[in-house]
């Protein structure tokens, strides 16, 4: 009797089992169908624009300025523009984030400081470019005199990029054991010298990749340098801080805007360029990150 009392919430049981299961498996074939549809979106969108862009690029789009004339335009001063604003941003951005998330994660207790700093840097690294654009043209622009030059379309790009950087970087610091630390404070190290020989060491990976995928995205955005007021047409190579420049972004959103088809083929060439960026920085992240890992492995044992 009490075991044709338990049949049926045993039948229940099952039923319940075999339900979530296929809860499951559909959730995996739609994520699956998902997935699918994005890549092929995206290989679409790249086979139209290498069928268009790649016929142009050779070593006087490369080495050229920008022309009225779609056969003797080039990308130089676009080039120049974004590594030069590219370098001031990560030589203002890293040390700064790295410092701030090393502060936060090792230094500040919780209470009334850290909780709202905190709270305020994960939001930022959501907020819209545009509003950093718009930040960048009040203070640097125009509060701090600097005009629309390199510096300020870096320190523009440094604001946009830093809570990235510091949010990546205190992840990569939570990552470290904290055995790690115990036993740097049980031989007597210092707080800063486990930090400095220890923590960051291990965490270095980590905070290598923030960092270089916060510069893939800075490197891309072009709403910020519209709204500073970066040049579309620049037939000089920027050579001071302060000079007028343009940007890989700018060029390309400058090409689309106009009407002759040409033009659109050159900013097809420019998006092959700009993506050819990317995937190197991306793919230079990745590598370090894995050396970087394989030397905190064998330091480990």
């Not at 120049?80 to 790295?98: C, D, I, N, Q």
């Not at 994960?122 to 510096?151: E, H, K, Q």
């Not at 000089?236 to 400058?254: G, K, S, Y």
Request: net charge positive.
């Amino acid at each position: 009797m009490a075991t044709e009392r338990t049949l049926p919430g045993a039948a229940m049981f099952r039923t319940r089992i075999a339900l979530r299961r296929l809860q499951g498996t559909l959730f995996v074939v739609l994520a699956i169908a998902v997935v699918a549809a994005s890549l092929a979106s995206l290989a679409f969108l790249a086979a139209d624009v290498l069928g268009r862009g790649v016929g142009w690029l050779d070593w006087q789009f490369l080495n050229s300025f920008d022309s009225r004339f779609a056969e003797r335009a080039g990308i130089k001063a676009a080039i120049y523009g974004s590594v030069y604003m590219m370098t001031f941003t990560l030589l203002l951005a890293l040390p700064l984030g790295v410092m701030t998330a090393v502060y936060l994660e090792e230094y500040a207790q919780d209470g009334w400081f850290r909780q709202p700093v905190q709270i305020n840097m994960s939001n930022l690294a959501g907020v819209p470019s545009i509003i950093y654009g718009l930040l960048g043209l009040t203070v640097f622009v125009r509060w701090m005199g600097m005009g629309r030059s390199v510096l300020a379309g870096a320190c523009t790009m440094a604001l946009l990029v830093l809570p990235i950087i510091v949010v990546a970087t205190q992840e990569a610091l939570r990552a470290v054991p904290s055995g790690i630390r115990d036993a740097s404070y049980a031989l007597g190290a210092t707080r800063s010298q486990t930090i400095w020989h220890h923590v960051l060491p291990q965490a270095f990976a980590g905070i290598l990749t923030g960092n270089i995928l916060a510069a893939s995205r800075a490197i891309g955005e072009t709403a910020p340098l519209i709204t500073i007021g970066a040049l579309t047409f620049v037939p000089f190579v920027p050579e001071h801080p302060l000079d007028r420049f343009t940007a890989l972004p700018i060029q390309i959103f400058n090409w689309t805007s106009k009407p002759q088809t040409a033009f659109h083929d050159l900013a097809a060439a420019g998006i092959v360029v700009l993506l050819a960026v990317l995937l190197t920085m991306n793919s230079v992240a990745i590598i370090l990150r894995n050396r970087a890992g394989r030397a905190a492995g064998g330091g480990r044992r």
